[in-house]
């Protein structure tokens, strides 16, 4: 993180652990000679440190009705649906909130904490 960003209220367990599976899911999805994008930025006004991850892939692809942080919810053919969903849990169960927007440019998952000052 950069020195403007203040460390978060969460485990350093956790964070790495959400991190760790949103850049493994942007690589898969990204062609060769793609981009994977891992950025933090402190919110002050929301007291919180957003952290951001994006793809130059074809973007997720989830049918109508399925919340794809729901677990056992997955677009990959090999997928088995539970690491968004233990990334969910991991977020929130620090007070933060993860959401993403996702088209024909990419996907961007991105992941509000608590900021610790």
Not at 47 to 54: D, G, I, K, M, P
Request: aromatic share 6%; net charge negative; with cysteine.
């Amino acid at each position: 993180m950069g020195a403007d960003v203040p460390p978060v209220r969460a485990g350093e367990t956790q964070v790495r652990q959400v991190v760790g599976n949103l850049l493994l899911n942007a690589l898969d999805a990204t062609p060769p000679g793609g981009t994977v994008t891992l950025a933090t930025r402190h919110r002050p006004e929301e007291r919180t440190v957003r952290f951001t991850v994006a793809d130059t892939g074809p973007g997720v692809r989830v049918p109508e009705g399925e919340d794809l942080f729901d677990p056992f919810v997955t677009t990959k053919t090999d997928g088995v649906g539970l690491g968004l969903y233990v990334c969910r849990r991991n977020v929130e169960a620090c007070g933060g909130h993860i959401d993403y927007d996702s088209g024909q440019e990419g996907t961007r998952f991105w992941f509000d904490l608590p900021a610790a000052v």
